[in-house]
């Protein structure tokens, strides 16, 4: 009961950012409380206080201290949780790979993205282009390995397989495949759901984020 | 460590990235051999070493692949030399703190100096210079609890965030001046502007900080690259 006080996580459903940290707390076994923020119209006065620089979730309170910015949480859970499921491998190189592709994929996937269902013309169509570009890369980093550091699911696994919750999305408003642009990076989503019940349990439906992108656009203001 | 020929650096010789990682292999008394980068003209090494993003720096160790982006490659040398000069400190709320500020630093408050040279309308510069004020409020904030009064985030001695910042102190001052600016204002964010007089005249530093005329040529292929908004 103490334990579980110690723990909360201010979060909001859609965002694969938040989703990374359940991920990652549920791969720890780690009890905690969680929040739902209402994150687009009423940001808590918790949320601002706890993260006054970004006011942006997912925030971490561990014992009261804030920890802020997805990769760096989850990083931080890996390391206070060393004992269980590690996360990211302990030999340095290795390590320095895994986080230059999570920096990748913090840096493109989701501004890119973001552009596939807010914006149109030309700039719709380069982003388009970049954003299949960031998968075709992906999907050669993972090559024919079940995961990306190989047989053990990890640090790049967690930040990426968040975003399959919006393939949907991103297919619907981006008109492209992933089945044929990418069929091995949707082969290791599909392993990652089977395998991970930290991946099941978390991710939401596909069609559920569909819609939840219609009322983005909506609230937007974009036409279809 | 071993052979010092083990580790090379590409770089350029302007580029506060590069000195960042320059600043905190100097800190390690990490021998390695500097290969100076044309950006105009990217040599093979360089466009095979970092294929994805094709930039600057990019750490050569030995005969393992490459490492590229100068916050993972500081993060390596702190792992593979934990013993001599650590960057990162130890607790882990401290690491994450450390890591928030690095982020913050690089994605928000850095680009704004990229903005401000781009942006030739009046308007649209004033806009940047006070986003400018109240990124360097932050930090000044962030700097206060870090350093806990002694002379830089990381205490009496050098620490991460010194290495992530204090790169940027020449680049900055360049820009100021082209821009009637002045980011480290003594008045506005007196302990941040003793801070970046400070970690300036570190030696680790100091020997990779890029002279006037290498700063004002790299602004000239800029200009040219990556020119100002219309």
Known sequence: MAEQQQLVLLDFWASMFCMRVRIALAEKGIPYEFTEEDFLNNKSQLLLDMNPVHKKIPVLIHNGKPICESSIIVQYIDEVWNHKAPLLPSDPYAKAHARFWADFIDKKLYQIGRNLYTTKGEEHEASRTEFLECFKLLEAELGDKSYFAGETFGYVDVSLIPFYSWFQAYETYGNFNFEHECPKLVAWAKRCIKNKESVSKTLPELPKVYDFVQHLRKQYGIND | ?230
Not at chain 2, 63 to 72: D, H, L, T, V, W
Not at chain 2, 121 to 130: D, L, R
């Open chain 2, 1 to 230: 460590m071993g052979n010092e020929s083990e580790i090379r650096l590409l770089g350029t010789a302007a580029s506060p990235f590069v000195n960042r990682v320059q600043f905190a292999l100097n800190l390690k008394s990490i021998k390695y051999e500097y290969i100076e980068e044309y950006l105009a003209r990217k040599s093979e090494l360089l466009l095979t070493s970092n294929p994805v993003h094709k930039k600057v720096p990019v750490l050569l160790h030995a005969n393992k692949p490459p490492i590229c982006e100068s916050q993972i490659i500081i993060e390596y040398l702190d792992e593979i030399q934990p013993d001599l000069f650590q960057l990162l400190p130890s607790a882990s709320l401290d690491r994450a703190n450390c890591r928030f500020w690095a982020a913050y630093i690089d994605n928000k408050f850095f680009p704004l100096y990229e903005e401000l040279r781009r942006t030739t309308k009046k308007a649209g510069q004033e806009a940047i210079k006070e986003q400018m004020i109240e990124a360097t409020k932050l930090l000044e904030e962030a700097f206060v609890k870090s350093s806990n009064g002694k002379a830089y985030f990381g205490g009496d001695q050098v620490g991460y965030l010194d290495v992530v910042l204090g790169c940027f102190v020449r680049w900055i001052k360049h820009v100021d001046e082209l821009n009637d600016f002045n980011t480290f204002d003594e008045v506005r964010v007196p302990e941040l502007a003793k801070w970046a007089k400070n970690v300036s005249s570190h030696e680790a530093l100091k020997s990779v900080t890029p002279g006037v005329e290498t700063l004002v040529s790299f602004f000239g292929l800029l200009h040219i690259y990556k020119p100002p908004y219309q």
